[in-house]
Nanobody
Framework: QVQLVESGGGLVQPGGSLRLTCVAS????????MNWHRQAPGKERELVAI??????DYTHSVQGRFTIFRDDAKNTVYLQMNSLKPEDTAKYYC?????????WGQGTQVTVSS
């Protein structure tokens, strides 16, 4: 059974940092493309960061502030978020893509507010 379990969300002030963690199980993690998506109220879900083999990529609005990295030995992918802005407020989802199939976590809420 595939599981993706996110943690690390919370309330943070503008300019602060958070690290999101996604622990995966039930599939060959090292072979999967691992992504972070987010969805703000009233908006469509958007792709934030991608990790595939040694390649990472980011949506423009988070470049230079967010870093995705993974530990294949721990079946875990992280999203380090620095210099957070109110517009980063959203529910963040871990996503795995493997052999044509998509797997999603339940999401973790990030709120950036003073």
């Amino acid at each position: 059974q595939v599981q993706l379990v996110e943690s690390g969300g919370g309330l943070v002030q503008p300019g602060g940092s958070l690290r999101l963690t996604c622990v995966a199980s039930g599939f060959p993690f090292s072979s999967a493309i691992m992504n972070w998506h987010r969805q703000a109220p009233g908006k469509e879900r958007e792709l934030v960061a991608i990790s595939s083999d040694d390649i990472t990529d980011y949506t423009h609005s988070v470049q230079g502030r967010f870093t995705i990295f993974r530990d294949d030995a721990k079946n875990t992918v992280y999203l380090q978020m620095n210099s957070l802005k109110p517009e980063d407020t959203a529910k963040y989802y871990c996503h795995a893509f493997l052999r044509g199939r998509d797997y999603w976590g339940q999401g973790t809420q990030v709120t950036v507010s003073s």
